[in-house]
């Protein structure tokens, strides 16, 4: 049988309520430092309860608050870390898709024949839902406005539209729509 840990020594509450009167000046302070109010609010919220959890050793009230402020810090300096990643990320992911090369100009005209003539096979709001949402690019609102359903029913009917032509392309493919048959000279 485990021993039971112990349970971690927390901030005294005369500590806890220096902090929150400090919140004023911590949002302060991280306002200067970063590009919004919400993401101060954020970072703030987020430093109490790293706090908190990690306070324990912080007795005085005056220490206390030096202490938060090196915990601000360092949230800052993590925040902007993880911004410059998560946009080096996206950069990247641009350049890559950037760099796809688009399918031979015959090809896609033939597959899109095939795949237009297997559309006209499925229920009409099926066929409207695809050709909206898939071939003209629009929003899932914007079949929801042209159908007179809501947002939700129009995610279900793509959903559902998709499927059914997926299952028709099988029907009609064949082996072609399992293994990625590029030749596509189906009778549809």
Not at 15 to 23: A, F, G, K, M, P
Not at 124 to 135: G, K, M, S, T, W
């Amino acid at each position: 049988m485990m021993p039971e840990p112990e349970p971690s020594p927390s901030l005294s509450p005369a500590v806890i309520q220096r902090l929150v009167d400090s919140h004023r000046q911590f949002l302060a302070f991280l306002q200067q430092r970063v590009e919004s109010r919400a993401v101060a609010e954020d970072i703030l919220q987020s430093a109490f309860v790293r706090g908190l959890e990690q306070g324990a050793e912080v007795r005085d009230e005056e220490s206390a608050v030096a202490w938060f402020y090196r915990v601000l810090r360092n949230a800052v300096i993590d925040h902007y870390r993880h911004r410059a990643s998560t946009e080096r990320a996206l950069e990247g992911w641009g350049k890559e898709f950037k760099r796809q090369e688009s399918p031979d100009p015959d090809l896609h005209r033939d597959i899109c024949a095939c795949i237009s003539g297997l559309v006209e096979t499925l229920k009409p709001e099926y066929q409207e839902a695809l050709r909206i949402v898939d071939l003209d690019e629009g929003s899932l609102n914007d079949l929801a406005q042209q159908s007179g359903i809501t947002a939700g029913n129009a995610a279900v009917r793509v959903h559902r539209a998709r499927e059914a032509l997926r299952k028709q392309v099988r029907n009609v493919c064949g082996s072609c729509a399992e293994h990625g048959c590029l030749d596509c000279r189906c009778k549809t």
